[in-house]
Structures are given as structure tokens and as C-alpha cells.
């Protein structure tokens, strides 16, 4: 790699063959050397989880002029303390997880192996976004997210980020994205969560299904209320989840018994 370059780690839970991450690696080889490390296969809502009972192994992929790319048997995290840890020669200037077939939006972030691998990278004090377009398609077009992921890249390895802070960029399904705007995390969970079925042999089986349910009141500022309007949201998310307000409570007016 060449150091007078910034080096780019991309990574995602879709695996290394997944379009997403194709067109991110590609819209973003200007901006520096890059080395994609992904999983070799789908790790949706793997979140932040590592492997620790197995051992995990990469293989190379594909090696040219400013781009190397490696798989691996493990979780979207374990690809990034890998890569960091063992395989490159320098802390990455970037890290880009993505771009996600789906939302990672309001509560999806604690679920998303997308924005674990992004807050594995903060871990790791690296500059780290996630990426995602709202549409699970394996052939979905990506233009709208490509540009609006590039803008967001140069802007963090020129500028950084605040140590323990990382971005979630969500981009709507839609071909003329009405622009983007800094939001807070949707309040709500998800409902209906299961659709129940059967196998041959006639025992109960259930499949992850659902809708998202804003809490009330609903944040006009929140990113589901941005992406149902058509713009792209983006949310700087925090490492540290201490509740402060809550911490000096606990500390001026709760007693605990030892």
C-alpha cells in the first residue's frame, strides 16, 4: 500500500460478494488504497458479536494497484479486529461498513452487523460510517447511496470524527434522494416481529418479519421521519451509551446497598 495515500478498510454483513459492498469499493477507490475484509457469506443482525468458541481464518480474494480484498469465516467485527490486528500495516484512515441491502435505521442500529462493524472501528479510534439503502434487492440500485456515501467519506478522512462517535447514513429507496439531514435515533421498537409457519414434519416455525412503531412523541427530527420523506438521514452514534442524567441521580439521590 502506498502511505502517502489514505488507507480505506470497507467491510459489511452481506458478504464479500454482496452488491453493496461492490459499489461502495468502487465509488470510493480515488480516495485512497483500499482493502476490503468481509465476511464470505450473510451475517445479518450479527450486531457486535465475535467468534470465540472456533477459530477464524481469510483468504485473498483479489490483489491489484490500490485495492486488495480478503473473506472471512468470521462476524462483520471479527473481520475488522482481524484486519486491523493481523493483516494491515497501518490504522486505517476510514472505515466504511457497507453499503447495506436494507435500512439500519432507529432501533435496527443495536441489531445491524453493518453498524457493529462501524462501532468496532471507532473502537479501534478509526474514523467509521455506516452505509445503507432501504431496499433488500440483491439487485438494487445503489447511485443515490454511492454518492451521498462518497460525499460523507472525503468529508470524515478531511475532517476525522469526535473520538467514540461514528455516523449511520441511511439512504431512502428512491432514484432522486431530496437531500440529507442530520437526525436523532428514531424512538420505538419493532411489532408483529414473527410470522408463523410450519416444517414437514408439522412443528411450529417462526420467521422474522415485522414493522417498525415510533414511540410518541414522535421527533419530527428523527431519521424514519426523514427517510419517509425522501431525504437521507444521518445520525452520529456514540460508543460510551452511559445515561449521564440518570448517572448523577444515581449518584446525588438513589441509595445502594453493598
Known amino acids: 500500500m502506498m502511505n502517502d495515500r489514505p488507507l480505506i478498510l470497507i467491510t459489511n ?12 469499493t468502487e465509488c470510493l477507490r480515488d480516495l485512497g488504497d483500499i482493502v476490503v475484509f468481509a465476511p ?3 451475517r445479518s443482525g450479527m450486531a457486535s458479536a465475535i467468534t470465540s468458541l472456533i477459530p477464524i481464518k ?8 490500490g485495492l ?5 469465516t468470521g462476524t462483520p467485527v471479527d473481520c475488522v479486529k482481524l484486519a486491523v490486528n ?19 435505521h432507529a432501533i435496527c442500529v443495536h441489531y445491524s452487523g453493518t453498524m457493529g462493524a462501524a462501532a468496532e472501528g471507532c473502537v479501534f479510534d478509526i474514523p467509521s460510517m455506516g452505509v445503507s439503502l432501504l431496499d433488500h434487492r440483491p439487485d438494487a440500485d445503489f447511485t443515490e447511496c454511492c454518492r451521498l456515501g462518497r460525499m460523507l467519506a472525503r468529508r470524515v478522512i478531511k475532517e476525522g470524527l469526535p473520538h467514540g462517535t461514528y455516523l449511520n447514513l441511511n439512504v431512502p429507496n428512491t432514484p432522486n434522494v431530496k437531500g440529507l439531514k442530520v437526525c436523532r435515533q428514531a424512538d420505538g421498537r ?5 410470522k408463523r409457519s ?8 417462526f420467521w422474522l418479519t415485522g414493522s417498525f412503531e415510533n414511540a410518541k412523541p414522535i421527533h419530527p427530527d428523527n431519521d424514519t421521519q426523514a427517510l419517509d420523506s425522501g431525504y437521507a438521514s444521518l445520525v452520529p452514534c456514540k460508543i460510551d451509551v452511559t445515561d449521564y442524567d440518570f448517572l448523577a441521580k444515581l449518584k446525588n439521590q438513589w441509595t445502594i446497598d453493598n
Open 40 to 42: 464470505d457469506g450473510p
Open 190 to 194: 419493532w411489532v408483529k416481529e414473527f
Open 86 to 104: 493481523e493483516v494491515l500495516d497501518r490504522k486505517p484512515d476510514l472505515l466504511a461498513s457497507g453499503i447495506n441491502h436494507g435500512g439500519n
Open 198 to 205: 410450519e416444517n414437514a414434519s408439522g412443528e411450529p416455525v
Open 13 to 24: 454483513d452481506d458478504g464479500v460478494e454482496a452488491k453493496g459492498i461492490k459499489e461502495l
Open 68 to 72: 486488495t480484498v480478503y473473506s472471512c
Open 58 to 65: 481469510y483468504t485473498l480474494i483479489k490483489q491489484e494497484k
